[in-house]
């Protein structure tokens, strides 16, 4: 049974698409921390990030770091945190969250809540083609 990231990437349930190549997907999280909060998933269904191929986690380290460069550059943050957390979804997924202190990637403090049209907006923003 695919996970509901695995069909956010095939297009079969919406996101607000970042970035996407052969193997990786990126998309704004709808709960952020931050905006500009996004998901970096594999396109191959994995639970746990470590047991991605090295080829596959090093790919995908590249990948969010292209995220994460134009991040940094459209939000003015001091750094982009990487964070690899959660059980809620079986599929291994990093947070990227622009971030100007530690207090900026406290999970448990209220998430953003966002209209549609600020999620496009942000989404546009960070596009990478």
Do not use: W
Not at 10 to 38: Q, R
Not at 109 to 117: D, G, I, V
């Amino acid at each position: 049974m695919a996970t509901i990231f695995s069909k956010i990437a095939a297009g079969e349930i919406p996101s607000y698409k970042v970035a996407e190549d052969e193997n990786y997907y990126a998309f704004l999280d709808i709960a952020p921390l931050a905006k500009g909060h996004t998901l970096v998933i594999p396109k191959r269904e994995e639970d746990y990030l470590f047991d991605l191929s090295d080829e596959e986690l090093a790919g995908m380290v590249k990948f969010a770091k292209r995220v994460a460069e134009k991040q940094k550059a459209v939000f003015g943050c001091k750094k982009v945190a990487m964070i690899v957390l959660g059980l809620e979804v079986p599929h291994a997924h990093i947070h990227l969250i622009p971030m100007n202190s530690e207090s900026d990637v406290d999970f448990r403090k209220p998430k953003l809540e966002l209209t549609k049209e600020e999620f496009v907006e942000i989404a546009k923003s960070i596009a990478i083609e």
